[in-house]
Protein backbone atom coordinates (compact mmCIF):
# COMPACT_ATOMS: atom_id res chain seq x y z
CA UNK A 1 0.00 0.00 0.00
CA UNK A 2 1.47 3.64 -1.09
CA UNK A 3 1.90 6.07 1.61
CA UNK A 4 -0.82 8.50 0.93
CA UNK A 5 -3.62 5.20 0.60
CA UNK A 6 -2.07 4.46 4.43
CA UNK A 7 -2.47 8.11 5.37
CA UNK A 8 -6.28 7.86 3.68
CA UNK A 9 -6.86 4.69 5.31
CA UNK A 10 -5.64 6.28 8.98
CA UNK A 11 -7.98 9.32 8.29
CA UNK A 12 -10.93 7.43 7.26
CA UNK A 13 -13.89 7.10 9.86
CA UNK A 14 -12.64 10.48 12.06
CA UNK A 15 -14.76 13.97 10.70
CA UNK A 16 -13.08 15.34 8.18
CA UNK A 17 -11.40 18.92 9.14
CA UNK A 18 -11.66 21.89 7.02
CA UNK A 19 -8.93 24.37 6.30
CA UNK A 20 -9.06 27.17 3.34
CA UNK A 21 -6.16 26.73 0.94
CA UNK A 22 -4.84 29.90 -0.98
CA UNK A 23 -3.41 29.84 -3.72
CA UNK A 24 -2.67 31.20 -7.37
CA UNK A 25 -0.56 27.70 -8.57
CA UNK A 26 -1.23 24.37 -10.79
CA UNK A 27 -0.16 22.41 -7.83
CA UNK A 28 -3.38 23.12 -5.67
CA UNK A 29 -5.04 19.72 -6.42
CA UNK A 30 -2.13 17.82 -5.74
CA UNK A 31 -1.53 19.71 -2.54
CA UNK A 32 -5.67 19.80 -1.94
CA UNK A 33 -4.98 15.66 -2.05
CA UNK A 34 -2.36 15.18 -0.01
CA UNK A 35 -3.88 17.13 2.64
CA UNK A 36 -7.10 15.19 1.73
CA UNK A 37 -5.20 11.87 2.84
CA UNK A 38 -4.66 13.05 6.06
CA UNK A 39 -8.50 13.96 6.43
CA UNK A 40 -8.53 17.81 5.53
CA UNK A 41 -11.20 19.17 3.69
CA UNK A 42 -10.14 21.65 1.34
CA UNK A 43 -11.76 25.12 0.76
CA UNK A 44 -9.55 26.19 -2.55
CA UNK A 45 -9.38 29.69 -3.39
CA UNK A 46 -7.91 31.82 -6.23
CA UNK A 47 -8.04 35.27 -4.77
CA UNK A 48 -9.29 36.85 -1.40
CA UNK A 49 -12.71 37.81 -2.99
CA UNK A 50 -12.79 33.87 -3.71
CA UNK A 51 -12.39 33.05 -0.17
CA UNK A 52 -14.21 35.40 1.32
CA UNK A 53 -17.81 34.28 -0.67
CA UNK A 54 -16.67 30.44 0.44
CA UNK A 55 -15.84 31.34 4.38
CA UNK A 56 -18.99 33.26 5.05
CA UNK A 57 -21.09 31.23 7.13
CA UNK A 58 -18.09 28.41 8.02
CA UNK A 59 -16.70 28.48 10.95
CA UNK A 60 -12.48 27.65 9.82
CA UNK A 61 -9.90 27.85 12.07
CA UNK A 62 -7.14 27.11 9.66
CA UNK A 63 -6.18 28.72 6.59
CA UNK A 64 -2.81 27.43 4.41
CA UNK A 65 -1.22 30.15 1.60
CA UNK A 66 0.97 28.56 -1.03
CA UNK A 67 3.95 30.92 -1.76
CA UNK A 68 6.25 31.10 -4.57
CA UNK A 69 8.64 34.23 -5.17
CA UNK A 70 6.34 36.34 -6.19
CA UNK A 71 4.65 36.14 -3.00
CA UNK A 72 3.42 40.10 -3.15
CA UNK A 73 0.48 38.85 -5.31
CA UNK A 74 -1.08 37.19 -2.33
CA UNK A 75 -0.21 40.00 -0.13
CA UNK A 76 -3.12 42.00 -0.63
CA UNK A 77 -5.71 38.77 -0.92
CA UNK A 78 -4.19 37.43 2.28
CA UNK A 79 -4.67 41.05 3.68
CA UNK A 80 -8.14 41.23 2.34
CA UNK A 81 -8.93 37.94 3.75
CA UNK A 82 -7.79 38.95 7.64
CA UNK A 83 -9.94 42.13 7.44
CA UNK A 84 -12.87 39.96 7.18
CA UNK A 85 -11.95 37.05 9.19
CA UNK A 86 -9.21 38.10 11.75
CA UNK A 87 -9.09 34.80 13.34
CA UNK A 88 -8.10 32.87 11.09
CA UNK A 89 -4.88 30.76 12.07
CA UNK A 90 -2.55 30.99 8.61
CA UNK A 91 0.18 28.54 7.65
CA UNK A 92 2.54 29.00 4.62
CA UNK A 93 3.93 26.33 1.91
CA UNK A 94 6.73 27.76 0.36
CA UNK A 95 8.95 26.24 -2.32
CA UNK A 96 12.20 27.72 -0.40
CA UNK A 97 13.28 30.59 -2.33
CA UNK A 98 12.33 33.39 0.05
CA UNK A 99 12.80 36.88 -1.66
CA UNK A 100 12.03 40.07 0.26
CA UNK A 101 8.45 40.43 -0.21
CA UNK A 102 8.08 36.73 0.50
CA UNK A 103 10.02 37.06 3.72
CA UNK A 104 8.07 39.91 5.23
CA UNK A 105 4.86 38.26 4.46
CA UNK A 106 5.97 35.52 6.59
CA UNK A 107 6.37 37.46 9.47
CA UNK A 108 3.88 39.81 9.24
CA UNK A 109 1.10 37.36 8.30
CA UNK A 110 1.52 33.79 9.37
CA UNK A 111 1.75 31.51 12.36
CA UNK A 112 4.18 28.80 10.72
CA UNK A 113 5.79 27.89 7.53
CA UNK A 114 7.24 24.64 5.44
CA UNK A 115 9.47 24.87 2.62
CA UNK A 116 9.44 21.95 0.11
CA UNK A 117 10.37 19.24 -0.21
CA UNK A 118 7.16 19.28 2.22
CA UNK A 119 7.31 17.08 4.78
CA UNK A 120 3.75 16.32 5.14
CA UNK A 121 3.53 14.47 8.34
CA UNK A 122 4.61 17.83 10.37
CA UNK A 123 2.55 20.10 8.01
CA UNK A 124 -0.22 18.24 9.06
CA UNK A 125 0.56 18.17 12.58
CA UNK A 126 1.01 21.91 12.50
CA UNK A 127 -2.45 22.32 10.75
CA UNK A 128 -3.78 19.93 13.80
CA UNK A 129 -1.92 22.19 16.06
CA UNK A 130 -3.46 25.82 14.65
CA UNK A 131 -7.08 23.90 14.41
CA UNK A 132 -7.06 23.25 17.65
CA UNK A 133 -5.90 26.02 19.34
CA UNK A 134 -8.27 28.08 16.38
CA UNK A 135 -11.27 26.25 18.25
CA UNK A 136 -9.64 27.27 21.52
CA UNK A 137 -9.42 30.99 20.72
CA UNK A 138 -12.42 33.42 21.31
CA UNK A 139 -14.47 33.60 18.05
CA UNK A 140 -14.65 37.13 17.56
CA UNK A 141 -15.91 38.21 13.87
CA UNK A 142 -14.64 41.17 11.73
CA UNK A 143 -16.72 44.30 12.18
CA UNK A 144 -18.50 43.63 15.65
CA UNK A 145 -15.56 44.33 18.52
CA UNK A 146 -12.69 46.95 18.01
CA UNK A 147 -10.31 46.64 20.36
CA UNK A 148 -8.60 48.95 22.29
CA UNK A 149 -5.68 51.35 21.19
CA UNK A 150 -3.13 50.28 23.29
CA UNK A 151 0.40 52.39 24.19
CA UNK A 152 0.52 55.36 26.71
CA UNK A 153 3.42 56.56 24.85
CA UNK A 154 2.96 60.18 23.69
CA UNK A 155 2.58 59.58 20.34
CA UNK A 156 0.37 57.24 21.07
CA UNK A 157 -1.63 59.79 23.77
CA UNK A 158 -1.51 62.24 20.32
CA UNK A 159 -2.83 59.94 18.00
CA UNK A 160 -5.99 59.18 20.06
CA UNK A 161 -6.51 62.94 20.80
CA UNK A 162 -6.30 63.48 17.24
CA UNK A 163 -8.84 60.94 16.68
CA UNK A 164 -11.32 62.70 19.07
CA UNK A 165 -10.69 66.15 17.37
CA UNK A 166 -11.49 64.22 13.79
CA UNK A 167 -14.51 62.41 14.97
CA UNK A 168 -15.74 65.59 15.71
CA UNK A 169 -16.13 66.75 11.94
CA UNK A 170 -17.29 65.07 8.81
CA UNK A 171 -14.20 65.44 6.68
CA UNK A 172 -12.81 63.50 4.91
CA UNK A 173 -9.47 62.11 6.16
CA UNK A 174 -6.52 60.55 5.05
CA UNK A 175 -4.61 57.72 7.27
CA UNK A 176 -1.03 57.11 6.66
CA UNK A 177 1.68 54.83 8.17
CA UNK A 178 3.40 51.74 7.76
CA UNK A 179 1.53 47.87 6.99
CA UNK A 180 -0.21 46.95 10.86
CA UNK A 181 0.19 50.10 12.69
CA UNK A 182 -3.90 50.19 13.42
CA UNK A 183 -4.98 52.44 10.16
CA UNK A 184 -8.13 49.81 10.15
CA UNK A 185 -9.02 50.61 13.75
CA UNK A 186 -8.16 53.44 13.92
CA UNK A 187 -10.69 54.17 10.88
CA UNK A 188 -12.87 52.54 13.67
CA UNK A 189 -12.62 54.31 16.14
CA UNK A 190 -13.27 57.39 14.06
CA UNK A 191 -16.31 56.42 12.71
CA UNK A 192 -17.46 54.80 16.53
CA UNK A 193 -16.90 58.27 18.21
CA UNK A 194 -18.28 60.27 15.77
CA UNK A 195 -22.07 61.25 14.78
CA UNK A 196 -21.93 58.55 12.18
CA UNK A 197 -21.69 55.44 15.09
CA UNK A 198 -24.92 54.10 14.42
CA UNK A 199 -24.79 53.69 10.41
CA UNK A 200 -22.77 51.60 8.87
CA UNK A 201 -18.85 50.83 8.65
CA UNK A 202 -18.18 49.82 5.12
CA UNK A 203 -14.50 49.20 4.42
CA UNK A 204 -12.82 48.10 1.15
CA UNK A 205 -9.04 47.51 0.45
CA UNK A 206 -8.57 48.48 -3.17
CA UNK A 207 -6.17 46.81 -3.74
CA UNK A 208 -7.91 43.16 -3.27
CA UNK A 209 -9.62 43.45 -6.28
CA UNK A 210 -9.34 42.89 -9.82
CA UNK A 211 -9.62 46.21 -12.15
CA UNK A 212 -12.39 44.41 -13.52
CA UNK A 213 -14.55 44.29 -10.27
CA UNK A 214 -13.59 47.35 -8.19
CA UNK A 215 -15.90 49.83 -10.21
CA UNK A 216 -18.82 47.30 -9.47
CA UNK A 217 -17.59 46.85 -6.14
CA UNK A 218 -17.63 50.91 -5.57
CA UNK A 219 -20.51 52.17 -7.40
CA UNK A 220 -22.83 49.25 -7.45
CA UNK A 221 -24.48 48.09 -10.82
CA UNK A 222 -28.02 47.55 -12.67
CA UNK A 223 -29.08 44.22 -13.23
CA UNK A 224 -27.76 42.77 -16.72
CA UNK A 225 -25.39 45.81 -16.85
CA UNK A 226 -22.66 43.02 -17.86
CA UNK A 227 -22.85 39.47 -18.51
CA UNK A 228 -23.12 38.25 -15.41
CA UNK A 229 -25.01 40.98 -13.84
CA UNK A 230 -27.89 39.06 -13.01
CA UNK A 231 -29.13 41.37 -10.51
CA UNK A 232 -28.83 44.60 -9.05
CA UNK A 233 -25.88 45.39 -6.95
CA UNK A 234 -25.45 48.01 -4.61
CA UNK A 235 -21.79 49.32 -4.19
CA UNK A 236 -19.81 49.80 -1.50
CA UNK A 237 -20.27 53.68 -1.28
CA UNK A 238 -24.15 53.06 -1.20
CA UNK A 239 -24.01 50.51 1.26
CA UNK A 240 -21.88 53.41 3.42
CA UNK A 241 -25.29 55.64 3.09
CA UNK A 242 -25.35 57.82 6.44
CA UNK A 243 -22.40 56.10 7.95
CA UNK A 244 -18.37 55.75 6.77
CA UNK A 245 -16.48 53.91 3.89
CA UNK A 246 -13.00 53.02 4.79
CA UNK A 247 -11.01 52.74 1.53
CA UNK A 248 -7.61 51.17 2.28
CA UNK A 249 -4.73 50.64 0.42
CA UNK A 250 -6.18 54.36 -1.91
CA UNK A 251 -2.97 54.41 -4.10
CA UNK A 252 -3.72 51.22 -5.56
CA UNK A 253 -7.12 52.48 -7.18
CA UNK A 254 -6.56 52.27 -10.87
CA UNK A 255 -6.10 55.55 -12.68
CA UNK A 256 -9.16 55.65 -14.65
CA UNK A 257 -11.22 55.09 -11.28
CA UNK A 258 -9.39 57.46 -9.08
CA UNK A 259 -11.69 60.12 -11.59
CA UNK A 260 -14.80 58.25 -10.76
CA UNK A 261 -14.29 58.69 -6.95
CA UNK A 262 -12.95 62.69 -7.71
CA UNK A 263 -16.37 63.62 -9.01
CA UNK A 264 -18.26 61.48 -6.30
CA UNK A 265 -16.58 63.56 -3.65
CA UNK A 266 -17.39 66.78 -5.31
CA UNK A 267 -21.07 66.16 -5.81
CA UNK A 268 -21.55 62.86 -3.88
CA UNK A 269 -23.54 61.34 -6.20
CA UNK A 270 -22.94 57.82 -7.81
CA UNK A 271 -24.37 56.16 -10.92
CA UNK A 272 -24.40 52.65 -10.64
CA UNK A 273 -23.16 50.29 -13.81
CA UNK A 274 -25.91 50.26 -16.53
CA UNK A 275 -27.98 53.12 -14.23
CA UNK A 276 -29.80 56.20 -16.12
CA UNK A 277 -30.44 58.79 -12.69
CA UNK A 278 -27.21 59.48 -10.61
CA UNK A 279 -28.27 58.57 -6.88
CA UNK A 280 -26.99 61.09 -3.48
CA UNK A 281 -25.18 59.37 -1.04
CA UNK A 282 -24.54 61.08 2.42
CA UNK A 283 -21.50 58.99 3.63
CA UNK A 284 -18.10 59.96 5.06
CA UNK A 285 -14.59 58.82 3.49
CA UNK A 286 -11.79 57.73 5.49
CA UNK A 287 -9.16 56.76 3.05
CA UNK A 288 -5.96 55.15 4.07
CA UNK A 289 -2.65 54.48 2.32
CA UNK A 290 1.01 52.63 3.62
CA UNK A 291 2.22 53.92 0.32
CA UNK A 292 4.41 57.49 -0.42
CA UNK A 293 1.34 59.60 -1.69
CA UNK A 294 3.84 62.06 -3.34
CA UNK A 295 6.06 59.73 -4.69
CA UNK A 296 2.81 57.88 -6.50
CA UNK A 297 2.01 61.57 -7.77
CA UNK A 298 5.48 62.19 -9.09
CA UNK A 299 5.25 58.70 -10.64
CA UNK A 300 2.01 59.52 -12.36
CA UNK A 301 0.31 56.26 -10.82
CA UNK A 302 -2.11 58.68 -8.56
CA UNK A 303 -4.12 62.14 -9.60
CA UNK A 304 -2.70 65.15 -8.23
CA UNK A 305 -6.04 66.66 -7.90
CA UNK A 306 -7.05 63.54 -5.76
CA UNK A 307 -3.97 63.42 -3.85
CA UNK A 308 -5.08 67.50 -2.76
CA UNK A 309 -8.57 66.71 -2.35
CA UNK A 310 -8.07 63.89 0.22
CA UNK A 311 -4.68 65.17 1.45
CA UNK A 312 -6.67 68.09 4.02
CA UNK A 313 -6.81 66.18 7.47
CA UNK A 314 -3.92 64.02 7.54
CA UNK A 315 -3.38 61.90 10.28
CA UNK A 316 -0.15 60.00 10.80
CA UNK A 317 -0.16 56.66 12.38
CA UNK A 318 3.36 55.67 14.20
CA UNK A 319 5.05 52.54 13.52
CA UNK A 320 5.53 50.38 16.28
CA UNK A 321 9.76 51.35 16.38
CA UNK A 322 8.48 54.91 17.55
CA UNK A 323 7.14 53.09 20.38
CA UNK A 324 9.06 50.23 21.01
CA UNK A 325 9.57 50.61 24.92
CA UNK A 326 5.59 49.63 25.02
CA UNK A 327 6.37 46.30 23.34
CA UNK A 328 6.36 44.98 26.52
CA UNK A 329 2.78 46.40 27.67
CA UNK A 330 1.30 45.31 24.12
CA UNK A 331 2.73 42.04 24.05
CA UNK A 332 1.16 41.10 27.94
CA UNK A 333 -2.39 42.66 26.50
CA UNK A 334 -2.35 40.36 23.35
CA UNK A 335 -1.42 37.13 25.46
CA UNK A 336 -4.02 37.49 27.82
CA UNK A 337 -6.32 38.11 24.86
CA UNK A 338 -4.65 35.29 22.80
CA UNK A 339 -4.16 32.55 25.23
CA UNK A 340 -7.20 30.12 25.86
CA UNK A 341 -8.95 30.68 28.89
CA UNK A 342 -7.12 26.90 30.68
CA UNK A 343 -3.26 28.01 29.84
CA UNK A 344 -1.64 30.73 32.16
CA UNK A 345 1.51 31.75 29.89
CA UNK A 346 4.04 34.48 30.56
CA UNK A 347 7.20 35.74 28.12
CA UNK A 348 10.99 34.60 29.42
CA UNK A 349 12.94 37.89 30.27
CA UNK A 350 14.72 36.95 27.05
CA UNK A 351 11.36 36.70 24.69
CA UNK A 352 11.15 40.63 26.38
CA UNK A 353 14.54 41.47 25.08
CA UNK A 354 13.88 40.19 21.85
CA UNK A 355 11.03 41.41 21.04
CA UNK A 356 12.47 44.95 22.84
CA UNK A 357 15.43 45.04 20.04
CA UNK A 358 13.52 43.81 16.86
CA UNK A 359 12.13 46.01 14.00
CA UNK A 360 8.79 45.26 13.41
CA UNK A 361 8.60 45.60 9.71
CA UNK A 362 5.02 43.99 10.14
CA UNK A 363 4.25 46.38 13.40
CA UNK A 364 1.21 45.60 15.77
CA UNK A 365 0.12 42.57 13.54
CA UNK A 366 3.79 41.07 13.56
CA UNK A 367 3.49 41.31 17.14
CA UNK A 368 0.13 39.68 17.42
CA UNK A 369 1.21 37.20 14.71
CA UNK A 370 3.86 36.21 16.58
CA UNK A 371 2.37 35.81 20.10
CA UNK A 372 -0.70 33.68 18.31
CA UNK A 373 1.96 31.24 17.43
CA UNK A 374 4.20 31.30 20.24
CA UNK A 375 0.33 30.29 22.16
CA UNK A 376 0.60 27.73 19.82
CA UNK A 377 4.40 26.57 20.23
CA UNK A 378 5.42 27.06 24.01
CA UNK A 379 5.86 23.88 25.59
CA UNK A 380 6.21 25.30 28.56
CA UNK A 381 4.50 27.92 30.40
CA UNK A 382 7.07 30.10 29.48
CA UNK A 383 7.22 31.81 26.25
CA UNK A 384 10.78 31.72 24.41
CA UNK A 385 12.27 34.05 21.29
CA UNK A 386 11.97 30.93 19.24
CA UNK A 387 8.22 30.41 20.07
CA UNK A 388 7.59 33.21 19.06
CA UNK A 389 10.09 32.46 15.82
CA UNK A 390 12.13 35.70 16.71
CA UNK A 391 16.07 33.99 17.29
CA UNK A 392 15.76 33.43 13.99
CA UNK A 393 14.82 36.66 12.56
CA UNK A 394 17.06 38.83 14.67
CA UNK A 395 20.16 36.05 13.81
CA UNK A 396 19.31 37.15 10.28
CA UNK A 397 19.31 40.88 11.24
CA UNK A 398 22.72 40.73 12.41
CA UNK A 399 23.98 38.68 9.24
CA UNK A 400 22.65 41.67 7.26
CA UNK A 401 24.34 44.47 9.75
CA UNK A 402 27.59 41.67 8.90
CA UNK A 403 27.32 41.80 5.54
CA UNK A 404 26.72 45.66 5.17
CA UNK A 405 29.43 46.22 7.20
CA UNK A 406 31.72 44.11 4.96
CA UNK A 407 29.99 45.73 2.32
CA UNK A 408 31.62 49.44 3.19
CA UNK A 409 34.63 47.50 4.20
CA UNK A 410 35.22 46.78 0.69
CA UNK A 411 33.82 50.07 -0.63
CA UNK A 412 36.47 52.07 1.69
CA UNK A 413 39.30 49.76 0.52
CA UNK A 414 38.31 49.97 -3.21
CA UNK A 415 38.35 53.61 -3.47
CA UNK A 416 42.02 53.81 -1.42
CA UNK A 417 43.40 51.48 -3.48
CA UNK A 418 42.30 53.61 -6.55
CA UNK A 419 43.18 57.45 -4.42
CA UNK A 420 46.45 55.73 -4.14
CA UNK A 421 46.79 54.52 -8.25
CA UNK A 422 46.95 50.71 -7.55
CA UNK A 423 49.65 50.32 -5.09
CA UNK A 424 48.47 47.98 -2.30
CA UNK A 425 50.68 49.28 0.39
CA UNK A 426 50.02 52.88 -0.14
CA UNK A 427 46.12 52.06 0.05
CA UNK A 428 46.99 50.03 3.58
CA UNK A 429 48.66 52.84 4.93
CA UNK A 430 46.11 55.72 4.07
CA UNK A 431 43.53 52.72 5.62
CA UNK A 432 45.33 52.27 8.43
CA UNK A 433 45.40 48.45 8.16
CA UNK A 434 48.24 46.06 7.31
CA UNK A 435 48.26 44.64 3.88
CA UNK A 436 47.13 41.42 4.63
CA UNK A 437 43.84 42.79 6.27
CA UNK A 438 43.34 45.05 2.86
CA UNK A 439 43.87 42.26 1.01
CA UNK A 440 41.38 39.84 3.46
CA UNK A 441 38.90 41.96 3.11
CA UNK A 442 38.90 42.35 -0.60
CA UNK A 443 38.89 37.63 -0.13
CA UNK A 444 42.05 37.84 -2.27
CA UNK A 445 45.75 36.28 -1.88
CA UNK A 446 48.30 38.80 -1.06
CA UNK A 447 49.95 39.46 -4.96
N1 LIG B 1 -2.18 50.49 19.10
C1 LIG B 1 -2.84 49.34 18.91
N2 LIG B 1 -3.46 48.73 19.94
C2 LIG B 1 -4.11 47.57 19.78
N3 LIG B 1 -4.20 46.91 18.62
C3 LIG B 1 -3.61 47.46 17.57
C4 LIG B 1 -2.90 48.70 17.64
N4 LIG B 1 -2.43 49.00 16.42
C5 LIG B 1 -2.81 47.99 15.62
N5 LIG B 1 -3.52 47.07 16.30
C6 LIG B 1 -4.06 45.80 15.78
O1 LIG B 1 -3.14 45.36 14.79
C7 LIG B 1 -3.82 44.71 13.72
C8 LIG B 1 -3.48 45.41 12.42
O2 LIG B 1 -4.10 46.67 12.43
P1 LIG B 1 -4.78 47.28 11.12
O3 LIG B 1 -5.35 46.22 10.26
O4 LIG B 1 -5.67 48.38 11.58
O5 LIG B 1 -3.47 47.86 10.41
P2 LIG B 1 -3.34 48.69 9.07
O6 LIG B 1 -2.39 49.80 9.35
O7 LIG B 1 -4.71 49.07 8.59
O8 LIG B 1 -2.67 47.62 8.11
P3 LIG B 1 -2.64 47.57 6.50
O9 LIG B 1 -1.94 48.81 6.04
O10 LIG B 1 -1.85 46.33 6.22
O11 LIG B 1 -4.07 47.49 6.05
C9 LIG B 1 -5.31 44.78 14.06
O12 LIG B 1 -5.68 43.57 14.67
C10 LIG B 1 -5.39 45.93 15.05
O13 LIG B 1 -6.49 45.78 15.92
Redesign the pocket.
Known amino acids: MNKVVQKETRAAGTMPRHLLLLSKSQEVTDVSRRLAAYGWHCLTAASGHEAILKLSGQQLGVAVAMLCPRADTLSSDI?LIQ?HF?HLLWIALTDGKLDKACQWLLSARFIDYHHSPLDWDSVNKALGHADGMAKLLPVKTAGVKI?????THPC?IRLKQDIQKLASTDETVLLS??????????AKWLHRMSARADGPFIAL?CGALPNGLIQSTLFGHEKGAFTGADRQYQGHIEQAKDGVLFL??IADLPLELQVNLLHFLDDRQITRIGGKSPLKINCRIIF?T?QNLEKAVDDGTFREDLYHRINVLRLH?PSLREYCTEVRL?AE?FLAQLSPPNRSLSFSDSAIATMRHYDWPG???EL?NRIRRAVIMAETSLITPDDLGLSVAIHAKHRDLVSQRDELDVEAVLKAISDHKHNMSAAARALNISRSTLYRLLKKEPG
Not at 147 to 151: A, E, P, Q, S, V
Not at 177 to 186: D, P, Q, S, Y
Request: with cysteine; glycine share 16%.
Open positions: ASPTDILGIGETGTGKGLCNDEAHVMANVRQ
